[in-house]
């Protein structure tokens, strides 16, 4: 069966998140529905990330396997049509070598939230930012993100209910800066744990606030404790913004690998499977 890699960009507001569930709408039943609709096949499709409710996508990825070999800009074109009127988009598709998983073979994902920082309300974006008022200093923020970048555990920044074998996590990148009324923070990891982004923003801002210094974030990381997180920020101004993944010869070699040794979950590095907020086991 030819296998499809997807790119995908939602509005998370009308969403539970993107994994299917039984008490409300999903991105993931919406593009399986248009799957359906589209060649008669059923489907499930497997994501890169299990983004939680009203969070949002701009590079989300997901496979999807069919029983006919069709172009794969016919694939797309389908698909956009029977995604109407959800606020759900391909963005782009492709064929992709034996093997390839949207999870297991992805090596970073990234992230970015987006702080509204003005007094007056936020109108055309509302539910799309977080809005803040007081006047947060960009700079400080991302000094004291710097404290998170790394090899560490994260056990202070992540859910209660975080079902992640282990709290260690690798942070590539973390940046803030500001452009006009908008704060921007940016990550990326192979993996993220869950409510990690989230927990992380809202402890910064309580830096750009003045309230903490990069010393009080360092604290908190070195407690190992939940109750010495700084206020989560909501979903509202998460985006998962871009999936990257190792080369096909890699994969194909590392799926190679993983039947040799009598895998049972999929190929890859499990560290890289229990992701964020969206993070990738939600929010």
Same mark, same amino acid.
């Given at each position: 069966?030819?296998?499809?890699?997807?790119?995908?960009?939602?509005?998370?507001?009308?969403?539970?998140?993107?994994?299917?569930?039984?008490?409300?709408?999903?991105?993931?039943?919406?593009?399986?529905?248009?799957?359906?609709?589209?060649?008669?096949?059923?489907?499930?499709?497997?994501?890169?990330?299990?983004?939680?409710?009203?969070?949002?996508?701009?590079?989300?990825?997901?496979?999807?396997?069919?029983?006919?070999?069709?172009?794969?800009?016919?694939?797309?074109?389908?698909?956009?049509?029977?995604?109407?009127?959800?606020?759900?988009?391909?963005?782009? =598709?492709?064929?992709?070598?034996?093997?390839?998983?949207?999870?297991?073979?992805?090596?970073?994902?990234?992230?970015?939230?987006?702080?509204?920082?003005?007094?007056?309300?936020?109108?055309?974006?509302?539910?799309?930012?977080? &809005?803040?008022?007081?006047?947060?200093?960009?700079?400080?923020?991302?000094?004291?993100?710097?404290?998170?970048?790394?090899?560490?555990?994260?056990?202070?920044?992540? &859910?209660?209910?975080?079902?992640?074998?282990?709290?260690?996590?690798?942070?590539?990148?973390?940046?803030?800066?500001?452009?006009? &009324?908008?704060?921007?923070?940016? =990550?990326?990891?192979?993996?993220?744990?869950?409510?990690?982004?989230?927990?992380?923003?809202?402890?910064?801002?309580?830096?750009?606030?003045?309230?903490?210094?990069?010393?009080?974030?360092?604290?908190?990381?070195?407690?190992?404790?939940?109750?010495? =997180?700084?206020?989560?920020?909501?979903?509202?101004?998460?985006?998962?913004?871009?999936?990257?993944?190792?080369?096909?010869?890699?994969?194909?070699?590392?799926?190679?690998?993983?039947?040799?040794?009598?895998?049972?979950?999929?190929?890859?590095?499990?560290?890289?499977?229990?992701?964020?907020?969206?993070?990738?086991?939600?929010?």
């Amino acid at each position: 069966m030819p296998r499809y890699k997807l790119t995908i960009e939602y509005d998370g507001r009308p969403f539970v998140g993107w994994q299917r569930q039984a008490n409300g709408p999903s991105v993931q039943a919406v593009i399986e529905r248009a799957v359906k609709a589209f060649c008669g096949d059923e489907v499930t499709i497997g994501g890169a990330g299990r983004t939680d409710t009203g969070v949002h996508a701009t590079g989300q990825v997901a496979h999807v396997d069919l029983t006919r070999d069709w172009p794969a800009e016919t694939v797309m074109g389908a698909l956009n049509f029977h995604c109407l009127p959800d606020p759900v988009a391909i963005m782009a =598709c492709e064929k992709m070598h034996e093997g390839f998983d949207a999870r297991f073979s992805a090596i970073r994902r990234a992230y970015r939230y987006r702080i509204i920082n003005r007094v007056p309300p936020v109108t055309f974006e509302r539910g799309l930012v977080w &809005h803040v008022k007081p006047d947060l200093d960009a700079e400080a923020m991302h000094a004291a993100a710097q404290v998170f970048v790394g090899h560490h555990d994260f056990t202070t920044f992540r &859910h209660s209910r975080c079902q992640a074998k282990s709290p260690e996590k690798t942070l590539e990148v973390f940046t803030v800066r500001r452009e006009g &009324h908008e704060v921007i923070a940016e =990550c990326a990891s192979r993996s993220f744990l869950h409510n990690q982004v989230r927990s992380m923003v809202g402890t910064l801002r309580l830096v750009g606030e003045g309230r903490w210094t990069a010393d009080d974030v360092r604290a908190a990381l070195a407690a190992r404790d939940r109750k010495a =997180c700084g206020p989560v920020a909501p979903p509202d101004g998460l985006y998962l913004t871009r999936v990257d993944y190792r080369p096909a010869e890699v994969d194909t070699a590392a799926r190679a690998a993983w039947l040799s040794g009598g895998g049972s979950a999929g190929p890859g590095d499990q560290a890289g499977a229990e992701d964020d907020d969206g993070e990738g086991s939600g929010d």
